[in-house]
């Protein structure tokens, strides 16, 4: 890795145009663990090229299922479409004693629910930032079910037993659980969902708030027989479940999106569209977060009978094209606990714009981004007051002050640059991070530099291709 600086310099234009983002990271994660835990041969089209889908590919192949991936002459250059033969009723059939999860936890978490009710036993390993991870909140339900684990990782040559690595022992014996979630987490639900549909009997988990559903509606799509209860927090699946092979399409990933959305409500003049992307209301919080601030957002649903005539399906998930005009310097906003999980991903880049509008702005409720690939809150309100603006993080809560004025080109505090005259910001190997302080370097008046940008290849590799073309749509040169 380059230990060279990155420079991202401010544009000082508005943002224009439109784009569509690559494929959604959580929906591409789930369908393909369905689509090799499946009976026959499914397809699966637009996943995003980040390296986390990528993960899940390698590990779906080393737990046996068969993965070709159908790549020439792709429509859209960030996106590819994969062929999978799952294992099917047989169960896996890996091919080594471990799976790499690298930086995922929902490819490690999930995982560990795919191999549990199966006799096989698998060490899960990831990268350092994995290694950080809490894992004891799928162990205990795991265990509950009957599924067994072998403590690995050790530090300072004590055994660490919520870490990784660790080796799951599946067993073809489980029970199913009615399980009630200590937090909202949707890589838990789906995780004990997966694992139940391979166990005799009714599984059932109760969330404390509503998290993404994307598990309950391509579960559906695998041929599961799942209910869901009215208040939209707890989900059962009869098992065992008769998965059977389909095809799907992942809509455009709104965590992607929401950067460029955010950047066009903050950057004055700016007007963009972004196509296609999923408006699932368990991901769109922070919609409803930028118009509670002030935005102009307008959201062009797909209808049914536009995807089947273009022959796509989406098997139950909303689509469609969201355009963002500015509208104004945002006002603060505050945000109660029972919307996080709405918005979890999109904190980050919430904190931007909220770092750039008018007042007091507070998150409550957000004590999991702490455990998140970095200490989301920390590094957040760290970096913030590097760019002049006032913010502070506490147990469960997050409060920034808007200090930075885009248009006027000013910020309350002192901004912290270095003799270069440019910001120097911290990462922490925290893709979503990186995206969000280069976007600042961009968007905002202040320049700002940082190391390996790479890291957010875990989730985005072409978001600098894809924000140069709205500044070429924006310059006319398009
Ligand atoms: C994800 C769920 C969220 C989110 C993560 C992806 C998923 O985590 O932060 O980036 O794909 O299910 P939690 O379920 O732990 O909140």
Redo the contacts with the bound molecule.
């Keep these: 890795m380059s230990e060279e600086y990155q420079t991202f310099e401010p544009i000082n234009m508005p943002l224009r145009g439109s784009l569509t983002v690559p494929g959604d990271?959580?929906i591409a994660?789930r369908a393909i663990y369905l689509a090799a835990m499946a009976e026959g041969t499914s397809h699966i089209f637009d996943l995003p090229r980040s390296n986390d889908v990528m993960t899940v590919v390698a590990v779906v192949r080393d737990l046996g299922a068969k993965v070709k991936i159908l790549d020439s002459n792709h429509r859209n250059s960030v996106n590819f479409d994969l062929e999978i033969t799952g294992w099917g009723k047989k169960g896996p059939n890996p091919k080594k004693t471990s799976i790499y999860c690298g930086n995922s936890?929902?490819c490690a978490r999930i995982g560990m629910g795919v191999i549990a009710p199966f006799d096989i036993a698998m060490i899960v390993d990831g990268d350092e930032s994995l290694h950080r991870r809490p894992f004891m909140r799928i162990v205990d339900p795991l265990m509950q079910m009957g599924a067994n684990f072998r403590v690995v990782a050790q530090k300072n040559g004590k055994p660490q037993r919520s870490s990784l690595p660790m080796e799951v022992i599946g067993n073809s014996d489980c029970n199913p659980i009615y399980y009630e979630m200590p937090v909202a987490?949707?890589?838990?639900k789906?995780s004990i969902l997966f694992a139940g549909a391979n166990i005799k009997g009714e599984t059932t988990v109760v969330e404390p708030f509503q998290?993404?559903n994307h598990d309950e509606m391509l579960l559906k799509a695998f041929g599961a027989n799942i209910k869901v209860n009215k208040d939209m927090l707890s989900v059962a699946i009869n098992g065992p479940a008769d998965l059977k092979a389909c095809d799907i399409w992942i809509p455009g990933d709104v965590s992607s999106a929401a950067y460029y959305l955010t950047a066009a409500a903050l950057v004055p003049g700016s007007k963009i569209t972004i196509h296609n992307i999923g408006i699932n209301p368990t991901r769109l919080g922070f919609i409803d977060a930028l118009k509670e601030m002030g935005s102009r957002i307008e959201i062009h649903e797909l209808d049914e009978k536009e995807c089947l005539e273009k022959n796509i399906n989406y098997q139950g998930e909303p689509v469609g094209d969201i355009t963002v005009q500015y509208a104004g310097r945002l006002n603060s906003i505050v945000v109660s606990p029972d919307k996080i999980?709405s918005m979890?991903?999109e904190i980050p880049i919430l904190a931007m714009a909220a770092a750039c509008a008018e007042g007091e702005s507070i998150f409550y409720g957000v004590k999991?981004l702490k455990l998140?690939e970095s200490n989301r809150i920390h590094a957040i309100s760290e970096g913030l007051r590097k760019l002049g603006a006032k913010a502070s993080d506490a147990a469960d809560t997050l409060t920034v002050e808007g200090g930075i004025d885009i248009e006027a080109k000013r910020a309350k505090g002192k901004v912290d640059k270095d003799d270069d005259g440019v910001v120097l910001l911290k990462h922490h190997y925290d893709h979503r991070l990186a995206i969000c302080w280069a976007l600042m370097g961009l968007c905002s008046y202040v320049p700002v530099k940082m190391r390996h940008f790479e890291v957010s290849h875990v989730s985005y590799p072409q978001f600098l291709d894809d924000f140069n073309e709205l500044v070429l749509e924006s310059k006319g040169d398009k």
């Design positions: 990271k959580s994660s936890a929902t987490s949707s890589q838990v789906s998290s993404r999980p979890i991903d999991e998140k």
